[in-house]
């Protein structure tokens, strides 16, 4: 049974927007960390953008300014608006979730099974 499932991806056409959400549905109570991360074909996942239990946020290089991450930790779910799309940013976008454990650090990752997003015209 899944536990973190992704939603929103879809075909855009360069310049639009899209958001994502990452609804997680496990046994975790304390989720410390949300992420995404994209896989572009035939290449790495890499992380896109964080967000930590008390709101800090962490984006790549290529995501700030553009992309915005937010949570809902009552509906522990994670949301990715993405705007001012460009070609590369197509891939499969995974949201992963950490557990928040003593000592300030977390847990291993859950991982969804990915959404699909393509930038084209």
């Known amino acids: 049974q899944e536990q973190v499932v992704e939603s929103g991806g879809g075909l855009v056409q360069p310049g639009g927007s899209l958001r994502l959400s990452c609804q997680y549905s496990?046994?975790?109570?304390?989720?410390?960390?949300m992420a995404w991360a994209r896989q572009g074909p035939g290449k790495r996942r890499d992380l896109v953008a964080s967000?930590?239990?008390?709101?800090?946020?962490d984006y790549a290089e290529q995501a700030k300014g553009r992309f915005i991450i937010t949570r809902d930790s009552a509906k522990k779910t994670a949301y990715l608006q993405m705007n001012n799309l460009k070609p590369e940013d197509t891939g499969v976008y995974y949201c992963?979730?950490?557990?928040?454990?003593?000592?300030?650090?977390?847990?291993?990752?859950?991982w969804g099974q990915g959404t699909q997003v393509t930038v084209s015209s």
């Open positions: 496990g046994s975790i109570s304390n989720i410390g960390l």
């Open positions: 992963r979730v950490h557990e928040r454990l003593p000592g300030l650090t977390v847990g291993p990752p859950e």
């Open positions: 967000i930590t239990d008390n709101g800090s946020t």
